[in-house]
C-alpha cells in the first residue's frame, strides 16, 4: 500500500510537472489545433472532390467547372497537409497513393491510358490493384485537365477512373483519420507521455518540426526542380508539380502556410526575439514573392526574364529553411537530422 | 606505463565487476549485470565519439575521433575494440575499452578504404575488415590485419576479394573460420559515398573462409536490392538486410535468409510491413536463444522482432530513426539517431517496451553489446 502511494504521489507530481511544461502544451497544442483539423480538412476535400466527380459524371452535359474548382480544393488541402504529415500518412507509402510526383518518365499517362486500355469500365477493385502511379491526384489531374484528353467526349471511358480515384482518395484520408482518433492513436501519442511512439513531449515536438522542416524543403525541391537546378540549369516545365492544371503556385503558398501553423505554435518556445522576428520575415519573404509571381510556374520558368525573380524565391526559402533548420533547431536544443538522412 | 596484455586481462575482469556495480533491474535473471554497450556517436556540434555506455546509463567513456565511425569490432578477451570508419573512411580507431583511450588510428592501406564492418578471430589473433579497392572501385577487398598483443596494434597483413562488389558487413558462420559478408553491389569512387552503378547493382551474398577460398555465393531476385547488414544464428542461419535503390513505391522483399543447406530467399516479410521499411533496413540482430531476428529501419521510424523460424511478427512499433539493435538477455536494446534509446522484453509474445536511461539521439547505426 506504502508501495502504491508514492506510485500516486510520483504520478502526480509527473501530471503537474507535465501540465506545466510549455513543450507539452504546445505539442498537444500543435496536435489538437493544426495537425488534426490538416487531416480532416484533407478528408472532408476528398469527400467533396467524390461528390463533384460523382455529379459531374451522371450528367453528360454538365459543366466541369465545379469537378475543377473541387480538385483544386482537394490539392490544395494536400499541399497544405504535407509539413504537417507526421505520423500515419507519412508512413506505409500512403502518400505516394496521393500524388506521384515527381514523374520523370511521364509514368502517369502511360500507367492511365494502358489501364484504360486493359479494362472495360473499371472497377474499384482494379484501382486498388494498381500502381499508386493511377490511384491519385496526378492521374485525376491528367485526365481533368491534360489537352489530350478529351473528357467530354469520353465519359465512358474516365469516370470510372475519376471517381475511383476520388473514392479511393476519401477512403485513405478516412483510414488516415482513424488511425489519428483511435484509442493510442496519433493524436494520443502526441498528447500523452510517455507513450509506444515517444518517450517525452519533447520528442513528439521534434518529430512535428522535422515533419515540418522536410516540408519546407520539399518546397524548394518543387520550386527548383522545374527551374532546372536538379538538371544543369536546363529548365523542366513539365516537371513542375501540378502544371497541367496551372497551380503550382497556389499549392506551394498552402504549404507554406501550413509549414508557417507549425511556426505560430513553436514561436512562444523561443528565447531569442531576434531569430523570431528573423524566422517572421523569412515567412513573409516567401509568402510576399509567391503572390507576387504573375503567371503560372510552368510558364515563368520558360521565360529567361524570370529567371533572377525565381532565383530570388529559391534563395528566400533557402533561408527560411536554414533559420529553422541550424537556428530554431539550436535554440530549441532540438535535433533535426541523423541517420535517417544519411544512412550506410 | 605500457599496456600489456596480461594487464588488460586484468582490467577486462576489472570492468566486469564495475558492471555489476552498475546493476541493470531488468535483468535481475543474469546476475544483475548491465552489459556494456559500445556504438559510434555524434555530438549536438557534430563532433565524432568512440562511446561506451553500460545499459543502466552510466557512461564508461566518449572518446572524440576525428571521423565518423559505423560498427564497432570486439576483441573476444582482451578489453579493446576497433570503431571502423564509415565509408568512405580512411581511419578505424583501436580503443581501449577500460578508459576509452585511443591506443591506435588505423590506417586503410593505400588504394583502399574501409567500409564500415570488421570482426576479429576468435583467438583473438587476426582482424578481418570489408574494404574497397580504390584503383578498381567496387571491388570488395577483405583485410586481414594482426593484433600485435603485446604492443597492443593492428598491423596489415593481406588481404583477399569479398568475391563481390561494394561489401558492407562481415560475420563469423559457427565454425567461426568462415565469414558471411554483404556484398551490397554498389561500386563508389575512392573518396566518395556517391553511388556509381544504380542500373547495373550485382548484389550478392558470399561464405568464404578466411583464408579467401569461396565456399557460395547467392543472390536475390532484385539486382536493385542491396544486401548490407546481416547476422547469424548459433545454428548457422543467416539474415540479412538490404537496401532497395530503386523507384520508392515499389514493393521488394527488404529481408532475407539463408537457413543451413538451403538456398538464399526472402524471408517472409508482409507487403504492409515492407511498405513502411522506406525501402531502407540498417542493423540486423538475432538472438539464438530465443529464435527471434529484430532489425531496424530509420528511415521508416519503425523497429521490428519477428519469429526466426515461422516468420510471425512480435513486434512492428514506431521508433525514431531507430539506430543500432544488439541481442541482450530476454529481447534487444535499441538506440536511435534522434530519440531515446529502449529495451524491448520479447520473452513472451506481449512484447514490452522500456525507455534506457542512455543519452537520447545521435547514436550510428550499430552497437556491440558485450
Keep these: 500500500m506504502r508501495a502504491l502511494s508514492v506510485l500516486v504521489s510520483?504520478?502526480?507530481?509527473?501530471?503537474?510537472?507535465?501540465?506545466?511544461?510549455?513543450?507539452?502544451?504546445?505539442?498537444?497544442?500543435?496536435?489538437?489545433?493544426?495537425?488534426?483539423?490538416?487531416?480532416?480538412?484533407?478528408?472532408?476535400?476528398?469527400?467533396?472532390?467524390?461528390?463533384?466527380?460523382e455529379t459531374y459524371c451522371a450528367a453528360p452535359q454538365a459543366s466541369v467547372d465545379d469537378l475543377e474548382t473541387a480538385f483544386y480544393q482537394a490539392q490544395s488541402r494536400w499541399s497544405h497537409l504535407q509539413p504537417l504529415m507526421v505520423g500515419p500518412l507519412s508512413e506505409g507509402n500512403r502518400s505516394w497513393q496521393v500524388q506521384f510526383w515527381p514523374d520523370k518518365r511521364n509514368m502517369v499517362v502511360r500507367q492511365t491510358e494502358s489501364l484504360l486500355d486493359e479494362t472495360d469500365s473499371l472497377t474499384r477493385e482494379q484501382l486498388e490493384k494498381a500502381s499508386v502511379v493511377v490511384q491519385g491526384l496526378t492521374a485525376f489531374e491528367y485526365v481533368l485537365f491534360d489537352?489530350?484528353?478529351?473528357?467530354?467526349?469520353?465519359?465512358?471511358?474516365?469516370?470510372?477512373?475519376?471517381?475511383?480515384?476520388?473514392?479511393?482518395?476519401?477512403?485513405?484520408?478516412?483510414?488516415?483519420?482513424?488511425?489519428?482518433n483511435e484509442p493510442g492513436g496519433m493524436l494520443a501519442q502526441l498528447r500523452d507521455f510517455p507513450n509506444?511512439?515517444?518517450?517525452?513531449?519533447?520528442?513528439?515536438?521534434?518529430?512535428?518540426?522535422?515533419?515540418?522542416?522536410?516540408?519546407?524543403?520539399?518546397?524548394?525541391?518543387?520550386?527548383?526542380?522545374?527551374?532546372?537546378?536538379?538538371?544543369?540549369?536546363?529548365?523542366?516545365?513539365?516537371?513542375?508539380?501540378?502544371?497541367?492544371?496551372?497551380?503550382?503556385?497556389?499549392?506551394?503558398?498552402?504549404?507554406?502556410?501550413g509549414a508557417q501553423a507549425v511556426w505560430e505554435r513553436v514561436r512562444s518556445l523561443v528565447s531569442d526575439a531576434a531569430l523570431v522576428k528573423d524566422i517572421d520575415q523569412a515567412y513573409a519573404d516567401v509568402a510576399n514573392q509567391l503572390a507576387a509571381l504573375p503567371a503560372p510556374l510552368m510558364e515563368l520558368v520558360q521565360a529567361p526574364a524570370n529567371s533572377e525573380t525565381l532565383t530570388t524565391l529559391y534563395a528566400a526559402l533557402d533561408n527560411l529553411e536554414n533559420r529553422q533548420q541550424t537556428e530554431l533547431a539550436r535554440n530549441l536544443n532540438i535535433q533535426i537530422g541523423f541517420n535517417a538522412n544519411d544512412g550506410d | 606505463?605500457?599496456?600489456?596484455?596480461?594487464?588488460?586481462?586484468?582490467?577486462?575482469?576489472?570492468?566486469?565487476?564495475?558492471?555489476?556495480?552498475?546493476?541493470?533491474?531488468?535483468?535481475?535473471?543474469?546476475?544483475?549485470?548491465?552489459?556494456?554497450?559500445?556504438?559510434?556517436?555524434?555530438?549536438?556540434?557534430?563532433?565524432?565519439?568512440?562511446?561506451?555506455?553500460?545499459?543502466?546509463?552510466?557512461?564508461?567513456?566518449?572518446?572524440?575521433?576525428?571521423?565518423?565511425?559505423?560498427?564497432?569490432?570486439?576483441?573476444?578477451?582482451?578489453?579493446?575494440?576497433l570503431y571502423v570508419g564509415r565509408r568512405p573512411?580512411?581511419?578505424?580507431?583501436?580503443?581501449?575499452?577500460r578508459d576509452g583511450r585511443l591506443l591506435q588510428t588505423l590506417q586503410s592501406q593505400p588504394d583502399r578504404h574501409f567500409y564500415g564492418?570488421?570482426?576479429?578471430?576468435?583467438?583473438?589473433?587476426?582482424?578481418?575488415?570489408?574494404?574497397n579497392d580504390t584503383r578498381e572501385p567496387g571491388r570488395g577487398v577483405l583485410g586481414r590485419y594482426r593484433l600485435d598483443q603485446a604492443a597492443l596494434r593492428l598491423i596489415h597483413d593481406g588481404e583477399a576479394t569479398t568475391h563481390g562488389v561494394g561489401p558492407h558487413e562481415l560475420a563469423w558462420m559457427p565454425d567461426g573460420e568462415s565469414l558471411v559478408i554483404g556484398n551490397g553491389g554498389i561500386r563508389t569512387e575512392g573518396g566518395s559515398r556517391e553511388e556509381m552503378n544504380l542500373d547495373a547493382m550485382a548484389p550478392s551474398l558470399v561464405i568464404m573462409s578466411r583464408h579467401g577460398?569461396?565456399?557460395?555465393?547467392?543472390?536475390?531476385?532484385?539486382?536493385?536490392?542491396?544486401?548490407?547488414?546481416?547476422?547469424?544464428?548459433?545454428?548457422?542461419?543467416?539474415?540479412?538486410?538490404?537496401?532497395?535503390?530503386?523507384?520508392?513505391?515499389?514493393?521488394?522483399?527488404?529481408?532475407?535468409?539463408?537457413?543451413?543447406?538451403?538456398?538464399?530467399?526472402?524471408?517472409?516479410?508482409?507487403?504492409?510491413?515492407?511498405?513502411?521499411?522506406?525501402?531502407?533496413?540498417?542493423?540486423?540482430?538475432?538472438?539464438?536463444?530465443?529464435?527471434?531476428?529484430?532489425?531496424?529501419?530509420?528511415?521508416?521510424?519503425?523497429?521490428?522482432?519477428?519469429?526466426?523460424?515461422?516468420?510471425?511478427?512480435?513486434?512492428?512499433?514506431?521508433?525514431?530513426?531507430?539506430?543500432?539493435?544488439?541481442?541482450?538477455?530476454?529481447?534487444?536494446?535499441?538506440?536511435?539517431?534522434q530519440g531515446k534509446c529502449r529495451y524491448y522484453d520479447s520473452r513472451t509474445a506481449d512484447v514490452q517496451s522500456q525507455w534506457l536511461e542512455l543519452p537520447g539521439g545521435w547514436w550510428d547505426n550499430h552497437l556491440w553489446l558485450s
Excluded at chain 2, 560498427?71 to 579493446?80: G, N, Q, T, W, Y
Aim: charged content about 15%; some cysteine.
Design chain 1, 10 to 53: 510520483v504520478s502526480l507530481s509527473v501530471l503537474l510537472v507535465a501540465c506545466s511544461n510549455p513543450r507539452q502544451e504546445v505539442t498537444v497544442q500543435l496536435a489538437n489545433d493544426v495537425l488534426l483539423p490538416a487531416h480532416q480538412q484533407w478528408r472532408d476535400s476528398n469527400a467533396a472532390l467524390v461528390d463533384a466527380v
Design chain 1, 147 to 180: 489537352q489530350s484528353v478529351a473528357l467530354a467526349q469520353s465519359h465512358d471511358r474516365y469516370c470510372p477512373l475519376l471517381t475511383g480515384i476520388a473514392r479511393h482518395q476519401l477512403a485513405l484520408s478516412e483510414s488516415v483519420l482513424a488511425l489519428w
Design chain 1, 196 to 257: 509506444e511512439r515517444y518517450a517525452t513531449a519533447e520528442e513528439g515536438l521534434a518529430a512535428i518540426l522535422r515533419t515540418q522542416i522536410t516540408g519546407v524543403d520539399v518546397l524548394k525541391k518543387k520550386l527548383g526542380t522545374p527551374m532546372g537546378r536538379l538538371n544543369q540549369g536546363v529548365v523542366q516545365p513539365y516537371q513542375a508539380e501540378a502544371w497541367r492544371s496551372r497551380q503550382s503556385i497556389e499549392n506551394l503558398q498552402a504549404s507554406l502556410q
Design chain 2, 1 to 81: 606505463m605500457s599496456l600489456t596484455r596480461r594487464k588488460l586481462l586484468g582490467a577486462g575482469a576489472a570492468m566486469a565487476g564495475v558492471a555489476v556495480l552498475g546493476g541493470w533491474s531488468l535483468w535481475t535473471g543474469t546476475a544483475g549485470e548491465s552489459p556494456l554497450l559500445l556504438s559510434a556517436r555524434n555530438d549536438d556540434d557534430g563532433q565524432h565519439y568512440a562511446v561506451g555506455y553500460y545499459l543502466n546509463g552510466k557512461r564508461a567513456f566518449a572518446t572524440p575521433v576525428p571521423e565518423r565511425c559505423h560498427a564497432v569490432a570486439r576483441h573476444p578477451f582482451l578489453p579493446v575494440a
Design chain 2, 89 to 97: 573512411a580512411r581511419e578505424s580507431y583501436l580503443i581501449d575499452l
Design chain 2, 117 to 131: 564492418h570488421a570482426v576479429f578471430h576468435a583467438r583473438g589473433e587476426w582482424l578481418y575488415t570489408t574494404e
Design chain 2, 213 to 337: 577460398e569461396l565456399i557460395s555465393k547467392e543472390t536475390l531476385a532484385d539486382a536493385q536490392s542491396s544486401i548490407r547488414h546481416l547476422d547469424v544464428a548459433a545454428d548457422g542461419t543467416v539474415i540479412t538486410g538490404q537496401q532497395y535503390h530503386g523507384p520508392a513505391y515499389n514493393s521488394v522483399p527488404l529481408l532475407a535468409i539463408k537457413r543451413p543447406g538451403e538456398a538464399y530467399q526472402p524471408f517472409p516479410v508482409s507487403r504492409a510491413q515492407l511498405a513502411m521499411m522506406d525501402q531502407y533496413t540498417a542493423s540486423i540482430a538475432i538472438h539464438s536463444e530465443q529464435r527471434q531476428v529484430a532489425m531496424t529501419a530509420p528511415r521508416g521510424n519503425r523497429f521490428f522482432i519477428w519469429d526466426l523460424d515461422s516468420g510471425d511478427t512480435l513486434l512492428d512499433a514506431p521508433m525514431s530513426d531507430c539506430a543500432g539493435v544488439g541481442a541482450v538477455p530476454g529481447g534487444f536494446a535499441v538506440t536511435s539517431g
